[in-house]
C-alpha cells in the first residue's frame, strides 16, 4: 500500500493529537509572547508551509485583530534588509515539516542580524536544527510524512497555526468548531473516499481548486498537491476571481474543485458557468446545497462549520482526488521525480 495514502488515511488520529497538544500549550505561548510587545506576526514557510502561512496569516489577523504577514522564506532570506522595519519587534512563526530546510534557517539567521525579532517554529521533528534558533518550539512528531509529498503533515500544520491564532485571540468558539470537524472528518472521509476512483478516471488533465479567505492559502496547497502527487497543472483562486482572467484556460480537461461558503446565487451561477464549460465540476459545501447545473459530485459535511474548520474537508478532498488520479495513471504518489522532502541549499 502507498505510504501517501497511509498517511492520508492516518490523519485524523494525528489531528485528535494535535489539538490536545496545542490546546494544552496555549497558556505557555501566551506568557511567552506576553513577555515583550508583539508589533507584528510573520508567518514564514516554504513551498507547503508557505502556502500553510499564507493561511495562517488570515486567520491571525481575522481571529486576533492584530497585525500579520505572510512571506516565502526563500524571499526573506535573500532580501532581510527588505523586512527589517516591517518586521522589527515582531514574531516570525516558522511553519516548516521537517526542521531542516535551508531557506527557513537560513532566513531566520538573516532577519535576526537586521530586526530584533522573537521566533515560533512549528515542526514535525523534535530535535530539529530549527529547534536551535527558534525561541519557542512546537513539536508534532506524531504529523510528520515520511512521503515526500506532504499531506498528514499540511492538515496537521494547518490546525496547530489555526489553534495558535484562536487561542491568542481568545476564539473558544473557533477551537470547539476546530474540535467538532476532527470528530467527523473520518466518517466524511469514509462516505465520500468510494467516489475518487470514478473522478480519477475522467479525462481531466489540469486542476482548478476555489476557495476564499482563511482557507486559500490550504487551498494554494491542495492544488500543490497534484502538482507533486499526480503530477498535473494545476492553481489556486479565490471563487469569483475565477473570473477574471483564468475561466478562459477552463474546458473540458479541467477538474475543478470548489469551496462553497453561503452558496449564494453568485457562487451557484459561477458553478453552472463552470458547469457550461464542460469542466468536471465537484463541489464541497457545509450543508447540501441546490445548484441550477449537474455538477460531477457534491461533498458536504452535514453541518455547518466555521470558516476556518472548513478547510480539513477541503484539504482531504484534494489529497484524495490527487492520490487516485496518480493510480490512475500510474505515477508513483511516494516518489515525484526531481522533489524531495525537503531542500538542502
Not at 532581510?80 to 535551508?102: D, F, H, K, M, W
Request: glycine share 6%.
Amino acid at each position: 500500500m502507498s505510504k501517501t495514502y497511509e498517511e492520508i488515511k492516518g490523519q485524523f488520529t494525528a489531528l485528535a493529537k494535535t489539538s490536545e497538544y496545542i490546546k494544552n500549550r496555549i497558556n505557555i505561548i501566551q506568557r511567552f509572547l506576553n513577555e515583550k510587545e508583539t508589533k507584528i506576526m510573520a508567518f514564514i514557510g516554504s513551498g507547503s508551509s508557505y502556502a500553510l502561512a499564507k493561511s495562517c496569516e488570515h486567520i491571525y489577523r481575522n481571529l486576533t485583530g492584530k497585525p500579520a504577514v505572510s512571506l516565502a522564506s526563500g524571499d526573506l532570506m535573500l532580501h532581510p534588509e527588505r523586512y527589517a522595519q516591517a518586521l522589527s519587534g515582531g514574531v516570525i512563526v516558522a511553519i516548516t515539516r521537517s526542521g531542516s530546510t535551508s531557506e527557513i534557517l537560513k532566513a531566520i539567521d538573516a532577519i535576526k542580524r537586521h530586526a530584533d525579532v522573537r521566533v515560533v517554529a512549528i515542526a514535525c521533528v523534535e530535535g530539529s536544527p530549527i529547534e536551535s534558533i527558534a525561541d519557542f518550539t512546537l513539536s508534532l512528531p506524531w504529523a510528520f510524512d515520511e512521503s515526500i509529498c506532504q499531506t498528514r503533515t499540511v492538515s496537521n500544520l494547518f490546525l496547530a497555526g489555526a489553534l495558535f491564532s484562536a487561542g491568542l485571540g481568545g476564539r473558544a468558539d473557533v477551537i470547539r468548531d476546530l474540535d467538532k470537524t476532527i470528530g467527523l472528518l473520518e466518517g466524511f472521509c469514509n462516505r465520500i473516499e468510494p467516489e475518487f476512483l470514478t473522478l480519477a478516471k475522467e479525462k481531466w488533465d489540469h486542476v482548478v481548486v476555489l476557495a476564499d479567505g482563511e482557507i486559500a492559502g490550504l487551498a494554494e496547497e491542495g492544488a500543490l498537491a497534484f502538482k507533486e502527487i499526480c503530477q498535473l497543472p494545476s492553481n489556486q483562486y479565490g471563487l469569483l476571481d475565477v473570473r477574471h482572467g483564468p475561466m478562459v484556460i477552463i474546458n473540458n480537461r479541467t477538474l475543478v474543485l470548489a469551496c462553497l461558503t453561503e452558496a449564494n446565487d453568485y457562487e451557484t451561477k459561477l458553478i453552472s458557468d463552470l458547469c457550461a464549460k464542460h469542466a468536471t465540476v465537484v463541489c464541497y459545501s457545509d450543508l447540501p446545497v441546490k445548484l441550477d447545473s449537474k455538477v460531477f459530485a457534491q461533498f458536504d459535511m452535514g453541518e455547518t462549520l466555521d470558516t476556518v474548520s472548513r478547510g480539513l474537508p477541503l484539504i482531504l478532498i484534494c489529497q484524495l482526488a490527487s492520490y487516485y488520479k496518480a493510480l490512475v495513471r500510474g505515477t508513483n504518489p511516494d516518489m515525484p521525480d526531481g522533489l524531495d522532502a525537503w531542500v538542502k541549499l
